[in-house]
């Protein structure tokens, strides 16, 4: 698959870039059906102090097989999506402006909520270390976000559909910038149109 076929994955990260909060984490989306859980994706992020973001999601068989990177980077006002299975990249130029105004942005369905329709609840809890606090998108459909004023980030979302509760968490978090190669791809790879 090429990297400018893959649309979903990278409707995650859009807005302005978010300096002097860097982290590293481990990801994890799963369904949880009959009160199992299904694997759906896993992966890494980062955000580094100059507000560059790197995502990389590799999906279950049952999802596409998918083993993709998307890298944002306000420092050069590109965006650049990595096929690691065809070991080639595409990279776009890209606008960090948000002329629609401050929003939050869900780990799991790309949906854009702006700030002021956000219903954020007094509810507050400790999650992976963090101390998060409760964003109740959709009460109908059980969709909510814990959210981490350290991070700036998600830490755990859900929501409910037809076919169970999914659920996109961060593991692992790590406070503080990795090596500066994190941003840098593989010169093996190929430049795609």
Known sequence: MSPSTITRPFLRLT?????NHPFHASCREVRR???????????TICRDSRGRVRRDIRT???????????IVDPVAST?????????SYVTMAASFDR?????????ITGMR???EQLEISRSRKTIEGLDCYLLVLDARMGHEAWVSHLLGHTVLEQFR???????????????GDLAAD????????????
Do not use: K, M
């Open 15 to 19: 807005g302005a870039a978010l300096r």
């Open 113 to 115: 909520v702006p700030d």
């Open 60 to 70: 279950e068989p049952a999802h596409g097989s998918l083993n993709i990177a998307q």
């Open 182 to 193: 994190a941003f840098v791809l593989d010169p093996s790879y190929v430049l795609r149109d």
């Open 33 to 43: 059906v009959n009160g199992a859980e299904v694997p759906i994706s896993t992966g």
């Open 99 to 107: 002329p629609e105004g401050p929003c939050w942005t869900s780990s």
């Open 161 to 175: 559909d037809d076919t169970g509760i999914r659920v996109w968490s961060l593991h692992d978090v790590v406070i």
């Open 79 to 87: 965006v650049t999506l990595v096929d690691h299975h065809a070991r």
